[in-house]
T-cell receptor
Framework: AQTVTQSQPEMSVQEAETVTLSCTYD???????LFWYKQPPSRQMILVIR??????QNATENRFSVNFQKAAKSFSLKISDSQLGDAAMYFC???????????FGKGTLLTVNP | GAGVSQTPSNKVTEKGKYVELRCDPI?????LYWYRQSLGQGPEFLIY????????DSGLPNDRFFAVRPEGSVSTLKIQRTERGDSAVYLC???????????FGEGSRLTVL
């Protein structure tokens, strides 16, 4: 079974600084997808960034980028120029095989200090 | 609608009662998922529908939980004989493509007294 591990229950960053959230996963599949979702207090999960395992190039979405290390099964999220609105729970998630379902980590609570 | 809609937003019930939680996915999305999120945890998979059929119900914790999607759009999660341990936020998500983005609703918070 696939597992997703987020080893940082909480992180904090100063506004305008950069922070990196860690994620590791375990799988025997070769074809899969990795995601970072953000969950603000409103509870609605919002996709931040997505990575296809067969692509070597790291995904980037504006201030958000990932460091995807397939051999190490690592998928970290870097947030540059942090903003107050980035404060939320961040979940790393895996989707693979013929099943569409997402397997989530336990999340990292990010605090942004003004 | 423009997004995934879940009702009710909050539900308080007594132990032993029956509850129904409704999910209205994004129009045209064939895949629909139910997840359960306990306090301080990540969402845990319950069941996945592809169209009208349950393609994977391996996450349902026991036979008190059941979900339907009779016409391939709206889905209802049904919980019989509720227990205090069922208290959680129940999230619904829909999507159209394998490996693609899932769109989540704001969840239904269930509290069993």
């Amino acid at each position: 079974a696939q597992t997703v591990t987020q080893s940082q229950p909480e992180m904090s960053v100063q506004e305008a600084e950069t922070v990196t959230l860690s994620c590791t996963y375990d799988t025997s599949e070769s074809d899969y997808y990795l995601f970072w979702y953000k969950q603000p207090p409103s509870r609605q999960m919002i996709l931040v960034i997505r990575q296809e395992a067969y692509k070597q190039q790291n995904a980037t979405e504006n201030r958000f980028s990932v460091n995807f290390q397939k051999a190490a099964k690592s998928f970290s999220l870097k947030i540059s120029d942090s903003q107050l609105g980035d404060a939320a729970m961040y979940f790393c998630a895996y989707s693979g095989g013929s099943n569409y379902k997402l397997t989530f980590g336990k999340g990292t609570l990010l605090t942004v200090n003004p | 609608g423009a997004g995934v809609s879940q009702t009710p937003s909050n539900k308080v019930t007594e132990k032993g009662k029956y509850v129904e939680l409704r999910c209205d996915p994004i129009s045209g999305h064939t895949a629909l998922y139910w997840y359960r999120q306990s306090l301080g945890q990540g969402p845990e998979f319950l069941i996945y529908f592809q169209g009208t059929g349950a393609a994977d119900d391996s996450g349902l914790p026991n036979d008190r939980f059941f979900a339907v999607r009779p016409e391939g759009s709206v889905s209802t999660l049904k919980i019989q004989r509720t227990e205090r341990g069922d208290s959680a936020v129940y999230l619904c998500a829909s999507g159209g493509l394998r490996g693609g983005e899932l769109f989540f609703g704001e969840g239904s918070r269930l509290t069993v007294l």
